[in-house]
């Protein structure tokens, strides 16, 4: 047995078993025979453990340099480090997409162990196994991470240095598809609900498992800003890169439907907007990774131009046909009776995810504005980080004053005291801005610190109404602290509030300079003296690294490099970042003295408040899953409310 012959065995099974188990499961469905949905129930585990072979039959390649495999010779090399050679799977087009039929089948066998009833089971079932086959289908066919070549090179190329040169690269891309293949639940089970007509519950039932791909996918996006930051030497985090874009756009939408779907949980309110939610941040899913995998726009996070482009284009609109043409019949089916007012706490939820689906319509143009232009009349245009930062600032300051209202409306109408909390938040949000105002800070840096206290109070106030709710009933008040679902959701908001401060401050007072030193020189900038005492030369096998020796007189010695890689002509920066609960010092190595070493350009960025940007991300994991942490029984756990 070689990797390849297990490989593709592994890849051929699980796509059998996968159009085998779409078929049992439709004629489940069609003719209401539970024989049927048992047998497609049997296939969800042997077609998890195939697809696990196969992806276990690449790393096996990997790790023995089995050059025979067009896969390993283009993305391997027998001087990779271990670390590297177990991430390779997913540094390419071939191997990522294993990567992601192995984690849907992960998914299918998770969510096959409780399904609803057998109606809707069926369904959920037929959807889960046709995106199997469609995704094992695309490497049977196009993308076959197992091809063989007929004469093996002695070694490889390795894989993009890009991706090796940091070890967020190794988490990144894994939590990114965990929460891409994530949403195909919800999607599932939103087909299952719309097909046979019952369109409460499965708002409920998704519940967790859209928080699980929510939050994978925001701790992706977060350690995806992290990886940029600390590798590409531009010393930024986001650049509204088409790719960027392309994931963002799910992550908008599902955000959108997590706030629209409270209320169908509560108010049995938004139907049609919580399906049509679901439909486009599951299709999104696969339009990012048509554009990531086409060619058709360029970006240091897509791959090559490749065959499996129009593939994933049918997918998406198959995807997008599928929800939207059963959305159809349901929105001339249902009308949501309930009657709300904008000043009340589903009219805020409603608002916000408008503003959520808005921002993800304006990302959308956007990017695909040059493409269609380009499509059109051959024209080549581009919309950059400007006219993004421009759209997306109106919009987060909306979503933020929402963030901290909303949760203090109560439902249906507010109540006279509540006038009174919301008066205090206005004071607050006017005091704050005119405090950064004060202070000499821009007028978007003012509003975003106004912004910041306002969202802060918001969150303390609930928390004070809450463990005054349960004392007033006889309840120990810290028990408020096991309403998972509540004080989770506080945290997120407080993360994101803290996230819009600390992006506001880093983009609107970013330093940047450069110099020459010399061997000796020293430089004062930005608060900082700096004495350059020369390079050192090292050669690690797979790269061959220059090193600046920089003698600082607040951090010590700091050693930002740069890295020769065999695959690319010009070196790579690996910057060194100190971080500090103010300001981030950013050392880049730009250039250096070949023949003796005696001088060396160094590029110095001072950016406010990144810090605070990575520990928000964190907070909105931790609040992610602090809500999806088993509830206590206990009945004094209950929520108490005043709202």
């Known amino acids: 047995m070689t990797p390849a012959l297990l ?66 010779a283009a993305h391997h090399t027998t001087k990779d480090p271990l670390w590297v050679t177990l991430v390779t799977p997913w540094a390419a087009l071939e191997g990522s997409i294993l990567l992601w039929g192995l984690l849907q089948t992960l998914y299918t066998l998770l969510a096959s162990r409780r399904l609803p009833d057998p109606w809707r089971a069926s369904l959920i079932l037929a959807v889960l196994f046709g995106i199997q086959a469609f995704f094992f289908g695309v490497m049977a066919t196009v993308a076959s991470p197992f091809q063989t070549l007929p004469n093996p090179p002695p070694d490889g190329m390795g894989p993009n240095p890009l991706l090796q040169n940091h070890w967020m690269m190794a988490v990144h891309p894994v939590l990114m598809y965990l929460g891409f293949v994530g949403f195909s639940v919800p999607f599932a089970y939103a087909v299952a609900a719309m097909a046979s007509r019952r369109y409460q519950a499965w708002v409920g039932e998704t519940r967790w498992w859209t928080l699980i791909a929510w939050g994978f996918l925001t701790a992706g996006k977060v350690a995806g800003g992290w990886w940029s930051y600390e590798v590409l030497g531009w010393g930024g985090y986001w650049a509204w890169d088409p790719v960027e874009n392309a994931s963002f756009l799910p992550w908008l939408l599902t955000t959108a439907f997590l706030h629209t779907a409270y209320v169908q949980e509560t108010r049995g309110a938004f139907k049609v907007w919580n399906f049509a939610f679901v439909t486009l941040a599951f299709s999104a899913t696969l339009l990012g990774t048509f554009l990531t995998r086409s060619g058709v726009i360029q970006s240091v996070h897509a791959f090559a131009e490749g065959p499996v482009g129009p593939v994933f284009l049918g997918g998406f609109l198959a995807s997008l046909l599928l929800g939207l043409g059963l959305l159809y019949r349901v929105g001339r089916e249902v009308r949501d009776a309930t009657v709300f007012r904008l000043l009340s706490r589903e009219g805020a939820l409603l608002l916000g995810a408008f503003f959520f689906a808005g921002w993800a319509l304006v990302v959308l143009l956007g990017t695909l504005y040059p493409l269609l232009v380009e499509a059109a009349s051959g024209a080549k245009v581009s919309v950059g980080a400007p006219f993004f930062n421009q759209v997306s600032a109106p919009i987060g300051v909306g979503i933020l004053l929402l963030m901290g209202v909303g949760p203090i409306l109560p439902w249906r109408r507010p109540r006279p005291e509540v006038f009174r909390n919301l008066y205090l938040l206005l004071a607050v949000l006017i005091l704050g801005t005119l405090l950064g105002l004060l202070r000499g800070y821009t007028l978007g840096a003012s509003l975003a610190l106004g912004l910041f206290l306002y969202n802060a109070l918001s969150v303390g106030l609930l928390f004070r109404e809450g463990f005054l709710a349960r004392k007033a009933v006889g309840l120990s008040p810290w028990g408020f602290l096991e309403n998972r679902r509540r004080v989770g959701s506080l945290l997120v908001h407080f993360a994101v509030a803290l996230m819009g401060l600390a992006i506001a401050f880093s983009q609107t007072y970013r330093l940047e300079a450069e110099k020459t030193l010399h061997r000796g020189q020293s430089w004062q900038v930005a608060g900082l003296t700096l004495t350059f005492q020369g390079v050192q030369a090292l050669d690690e096998g797979r790269r061959f690294a220059v090193e600046a020796l920089l003698r600082t007189d607040r951090f010590g010695e700091v050693r930002p490099r740069l890295h020769f890689y065999p695959q690319m002509q010009s070196p790579l920066p690996s910057p060194k970042v100190v971080y500090t609960l103010k300001d981030d010092y950013y050392f880049v190595l730009m250039d250096f003295d070949r023949e003796k070493g005696e001088w060396a350009s160094i590029r110095l960025i001072l950016t406010p408040m990144v810090l605070w940007l990575w520990v928000g991300g964190g907070l909105m994991a931790l609040g992610t899953v602090y809500i999806l942490w088993p509830q206590g029984r206990r009945a004094e756990a209950r929520e108490v409310s005043p709202a």
């Open 7 to 72: 490989g593709n065995l592994g890849v051929t099974l699980t796509l059998a078993f996968s159009l085998l188990g779409l078929v049992l499961a439709l004629l489940a469905y069609v003719q209401g025979d539970g024989r049927l949905l048992k047998g497609a129930k049997a296939l969800v585990l042997p077609a998890f453990l195939a697809a696990l072979a196969a992806f276990l039959a690449l790393e096996w390649a990997l790790l023995t340099h089995d050059f025979s495999l067009a896969y390993v």
